[in-house]
């Protein structure tokens, strides 16, 4: 009982601090984990022939419908 009534106040700062909580921040914080993101991944792989180790532009097949 006493658990359920210490959640719920919990809960309920947590509700308010974000209702609270700017919009420009929250977006800043964003943008910042999206750069870090970004920084991280790979870059675009550059094909290349293995024949005659030139450059190879990637094929497009279409799709065959039966």
């Given at each position: 009982?006493?658990?359920?009534?210490?959640?719920?106040?919990?809960?309920?700062?947590?509700?308010?601090?974000?209702?609270?909580?700017?919009?420009?921040?929250?977006?800043?914080s964003?943008?910042?984990?999206?750069?870090?993101?970004?920084?991280?991944?790979?870059?675009?792989?550059?094909?290349?022939?293995?024949?005659?180790?030139?450059?190879?532009?990637?094929?497009?097949?279409?799709?065959?419908?039966?």
């Amino acid at each position: 009982m006493l658990q359920a009534i210490l959640i719920k106040t919990i809960i309920g700062k947590v509700m308010e601090a974000i209702e609270k909580a700017d919009d420009k921040r929250i977006a800043k914080s964003l943008h910042k984990r999206i750069a870090k993101l970004e920084k991280l991944a790979h870059a675009p792989a550059e094909f290349v022939c293995t024949s005659c180790g030139c450059e190879a532009k990637r094929k497009k097949n279409k799709k065959r419908r039966r």
